[in-house]
């Protein structure tokens, strides 16, 4: 019932701009985005704050170039990917992180080590959207449910899916071109 008020008003919002296609088709796809994906319209938007507040107070805390951090949250849940100069960045960020409000848990998977190379991250890339391209073809995966997150070869899937839909996506992304590693984060239902 939430998702069908936030749509409607949503939709006021957009017919209010007369013309900017732009905000519309940006708000269509992001309305459609919410409409199918199982966490409220609430976690989903504190999600999106969760990850601008994390890369604010990160970018803040760390400006040095030596230290890469990503943050991606899925109901409240976070999970820090990249390189640090050192164990106390690392554990330094996590702390950060899970000061933010309405964070559950963090997952802290960020490597002491030099920052990727750019093929690196090229690679890690092709490896994200070639696994949510063979998503969409597959029926017993629900792809605006999983998010995808690739470092350094290693595949992180997180999201709300049952049981039978996290074995399915681990599989589909382990049988993936340049995997090494794939490390399921899922919130099982039912």
Do not use: H, W
Request: proline share 2%; net charge neutral; glycine share 8%.
């Amino acid at each position: 019932m939430n998702k069908l008020i936030y749509l409607m008003l949503a939709g006021a919002v957009v017919a209010q701009l007369q013309g900017c296609a732009a905000a519309v088709v940006g708000g269509a796809a992001v309305g459609a985005s919410v409409a199918l994906d199982r966490r409220t319209t609430g976690v989903y938007v504190s999600d999106q704050e969760i990850e601008l507040n994390a890369m604010d107070r990160l970018g803040k805390a760390y400006p040095q170039k030596a230290n890469s951090i990503s943050a991606t949250s899925y109901n409240k849940q976070v999970l820090l990917t990249g390189q640090v100069q050192d164990e106390a960045t690392r554990s330094g960020a996590a702390k950060l992180v899970k000061e933010i409000p309405d964070v559950r848990t963090v997952f802290d998977e960020l490597a002491v080590g030099t920052v990727s190379s750019f093929t690196t991250d090229a690679n890690d890339t092709a490896i994200t959207s070639n696994i949510k391209a063979r998503m969409l073809g597959d029926d017993k995966v629900p792809t605006n449910n999983i998010k995808v997150v690739t470092e350094s070869g290693v595949v992180y899937l997180m999201g709300l899916v049952t049981q039978a839909e996290a074995k399915a996506a681990a599989e589909l992304a382990s049988r993936s071109s340049g995997v090494t590693k794939v490390v399921t984060l899922f919130e099982i239902i039912n």
